[in-house]
């Protein structure tokens, strides 16, 4: 990984093309990220614009992971919880080009996602991950807990209805049971 530098997106041109070109790349090769197949630019270009524009107000945090000029992989950390959950974040759109799979690229972002969701006070992160074909090993392998599935949850890009697999991690920084919250 030494070309590899990760970095909190920002809403420049250069980085919407390349985030939703790796959208539309991870879409058309099956990756379940709430897209149909074919899924045309112009609609990940607005997806993305509106996750960096949350981004920019404090909602959520887009981290990219960059093999020099080429973002190789993106993670988004959700902050914009329920005010009955100020402990808690949610990781999505957990991406990675098919040419940069296998590098540990998801898991660097994961850690990353990590430190940053404790830096917010957030303690407790949850995700999901589809039944068919998702990222189930990578998560488990990086401590998450799996805490149930929900059949028939959503297609697959390609049409096929798959489940969806949950998941939490308590983080480190978690307070001692007991102790009332402030």
């Not at 093999?67 to 974040?89: E, K």
């Not at 957030?122 to 599935?149: H, I, K, M």
């Amino acid at each position: 990984m030494s070309n590899i530098h990760f970095s909190e997106l920002q809403p420049d041109a250069d980085t919407l093309a390349q985030l939703s070109s790796l959208l539309v790349e991870v879409v058309a090769g099956g990756g379940s990220v709430s897209f149909m197949h074919p899924l045309p630019i112009a609609d990940a270009a607005a997806f993305w614009q509106q996750s960096l524009q949350l981004a920019q107000r404090g909602a959520r945090i887009v981290l990219g992971a960059w093999d020099g000029p080429v973002l190789a992989a993106t993670l988004t950390l959700l902050l914009d919880c329920p005010s009955n959950q100020p402990h808690r974040a949610e990781l999505a759109k957990m991406m990675t080009r098919p040419s940069h799979r296998g590098r540990g690229l998801a898991r660097a972002l994961l850690q990353r996602a990590e430190a940053r969701a404790a830096d917010h006070g957030r303690w407790l992160l949850v995700l999901d991950t589809a039944s068919v074909d998702g990222a189930a090993g990578l998560y488990e392998g990086a401590g998450y807990q799996f805490a149930g599935e929900i059949p028939d949850y959503a297609y697959t890009p390609h049409g096929q209805l798959s489940g969806t697999r949950i998941y939490y991690k308590r983080l480190a920084s978690a307070p001692v049971p007991g102790v009332a919250a402030p």
